[in-house]
């Protein structure tokens, strides 16, 4: 299995939903970041599918953690996703909050715990973050 994940925008409902390649938002407003977890073995671009991959549902009692890369280490942060529809276990967000040092094209990775089987895999330019964040000292 290949996991990886496709932004989500417009998340109204479990069937309400668009995909997206890229997240946009503006530095300093709070986003609730979605994603689906998709297996990119299955379903694939060169067979006609679009997006490629198919969703995967994790096992019950999964955790996901995601790290938010920054080219300064100190600003880097790590999050545990939340699955926000019982009905669909592949979809999952995660807080953004007002406060958090993102600016810029940003890249996530993630890290799926089912047990004791962990995968790893990034999401390069997930996020695009407008603006300039202020440090406050």
């Known amino acids: 299995?290949?996991?990886?994940?496709?932004?989500?925008?417009?998340?109204?409902?479990?069937?309400?939903?668009?995909?997206?390649?890229?997240?946009?938002?503006?530095?300093g407003d709070p986003l609730t970041f979605y994603?689906?977890?998709?297996?990119?073995?299955?379903?694939?671009?060169?067979?006609?599918?679009?997006?490629?991959?198919?969703?995967?549902?994790?096992?019950?009692?999964?955790?996901?953690a995601l790290t938010f890369l920054n080219i300064d280490n100190a600003k880097q942060f790590t999050r545990y996703a939340f699955q926000p529809f019982a009905q669909d276990s592949s979809i999952w967000a995660v807080a953004i909050l007002s406060s958090d040092?993102?600016?810029?094209?940003?890249?996530?990775?993630?890290?799926?715990?089912?047990?004791?089987?962990?995968?790893?895999f990034s999401l390069h330019g997930a996020l695009s973050a407008a603006g300039q964040h202020v440090c406050k000292q």
């Open 1 to 27: 299995m290949k996991l990886s994940a496709r932004p989500l925008i417009e998340v109204d409902s479990v069937n309400d939903f668009d995909i997206s390649q890229q997240v946009e938002f503006t530095v």
């Open 35 to 64: 994603f689906q977890l998709v297996n990119l073995e299955k379903n694939r671009a060169q067979y006609g599918w679009n997006p490629p991959g198919m969703r995967y549902m994790p096992a019950v009692g999964a955790t996901l």
């Open 101 to 120: 040092p993102v600016g810029g094209t940003v890249n996530v990775k993630a890290v799926l715990s089912e047990g004791s089987t962990t995968t790893t």
